[in-house]
């Protein structure tokens, strides 16, 4: 697929121009991730961060099966952009159904429709912080034009994150910043969390955090951690349920269809009999009309001979 370089441009001065104003690290990658699938035409793209086990995880994703796809390579701990992470370089995979090295997340995933998929490293002071990724659904043989323009989106995430952590503290170790852009990111999931499930403020959700930490004698990060991570938990659980009964749902549909085809079948059947049966009858009545019209031309004839006899019968009398 061709890719615009000069919408690509456009979008990409137009995400920069808003970094000074972005103020939610969170919300700030969401746009980016958005302005990439939307640029460069894939079906889904997603954000992963560095976290404080060393490995990326996803912080970003337009759509549920972008977030599946990245927590599903997070549990096994293989797939495009943790390879792309790991040796800082663009993973392009045409149909991830025909890449046997990762098979287990093609059958976890193959339900819906992943194939393409494309990951690109997220740089910060020259070292990988996460990756920006794509997903589509049909096999796509990426173009240098796409994973070009994917990234430069991936720079922008970057200065996203820059400028976010700069914000937070200045002059400080890559390590250290990676260690409290990950605490923040789990802060800010976590209020909108507890924002969505328990309509708080940010600053309730906040306020509740800090305290739970202390209670437990644990950092604030860690306890943001245990939220998001059991909301999503919940969340997929959810999804289960709701493809369960979708294919539930599915399945009655396909059994009422096969008994109406079969009722409709059966009723054609008993239609094509009840022709067969009124022709047959059609045909009887025909016979019995001929029969009929055979044995009043016999009475007609008989009747004619009678009367040509009487009048025989009369003209010798006459001559007598």
């Known amino acids: 697929m061709t890719v615009d370089r000069q919408i690509v441009a456009r979008t990409i001065s137009e995400l920069r121009a808003r970094l000074p104003e972005t103020d939610d690290l969170l919300e700030g990658l969401q746009h980016v991730a958005q302005a990439a699938r939307t640029v460069v035409g894939v079906d889904g793209a997603g954000l992963t961060l560095t976290h404080e086990d ?50 287990r997340i093609a059958a ?41 323009a994917v990234g430069a989106f991936a720079e922008v ?41 328990e309509g708080m403020e940010p600053e309730a959700a906040f306020q509740q955090l800090r305290a739970k930490a202390r209670s437990a004698s644990r950092t604030l990060g860690e306890v943001a951690r245990e939220v998001v991570q059991d909301a999503q938990r919940q969340r997929l659980t959810a999804i289960e349920l709701d493809d369960a009964r979708v294919r539930a749902a599915e399945a009655r549909v396909e059994q009422a269809e096969a008994a109406l085809q079969a009722a409709e079948t059966g009723l054609a059947r008993r ?50």
């Open 271 to 320: 239609a094509a009999a009840l022709d067969r049966a009124q022709d047959d009858a059609d045909e009887r009545e025909r016979a019995a009309d001929a029969r009929n019209d055979a044995a009043d031309e016999r009475d007609r004839i008989a009747d004619e001979r009678d009367r040509v006899a009487d009048e025989r019968g009369r003209a010798a009398d006459h001559q007598d």
């Open 157 to 197: 995430a970057a200065e996203l994150i820059r400028t976010a952590v700069q914000l937070a503290t200045r002059d400080i170790e890559v390590a250290q910043l990676q260690q409290a852009l990950t605490n923040r990111v789990w802060i800010e999931q976590a209020e909108g969390v507890l924002a969505a499930t």
């Open 54 to 103: 060393g490995q990326p995880r996803w912080v970003a994703a337009t759509d549920v099966v972008m977030e599946l796809l990245e927590r599903v390579q997070q549990d096994f701990g293989e797939g495009p952009y943790l390879q792309a992470y790991t040796e800082d370089r663009a993973v392009a995979v045409e149909d991830l159904r025909d890449a046997p090295a990762w098979s």
């Open 108 to 148: 976890v995933v193959g339900q819906l429709h992943v194939c393409g998929v494309l990951s690109v490293p997220v740089r910060l002071a020259g070292q990988p912080v996460g990756t920006l990724d794509a997903y589509t659904t049909q096999p796509r043989a990426w173009s240098v034009e796409e994973v070009e």
